[in-house]
């Protein structure tokens, strides 16, 4: 009696195991899923950012190919150098 009752717990145990093994192996792939999303949306904005950077300098660069050397110091000196000691008032 006592061993027959022992076969029967250890069947159940057994299959306890497997179906917590079951649903950790399923719980560990929607992680990995959800990681292997998160980085291709990460760098799809990535890749989105660098093709806006790279179409502003080309935008820059037609500007400024486009002025004569005079035009480019002014825009220079007006919005992307410092003033003197009078302008830090």
Known sequence: ???SWVKRSLGWMAA???GL???AGVYWRGRAR???QERADTEARLQA???QARKEVE????NVARSDDDAVAAR???GWVRG???DRR
């Open 84 to 86: 003197g000691p009078e």
């Open 76 to 78: 220079l000196k007006s």
């Open 34 to 36: 959800g990681r292997e």
């Open 59 to 62: 935008h820059v660069r037609e």
């Open 21 to 23: 093994a079951a649903v």
């Open 16 to 18: 306890l195991l497997a």
């Open 1 to 3: 009696m006592l061993e």
């Open 49 to 51: 950012r660098a093709g």
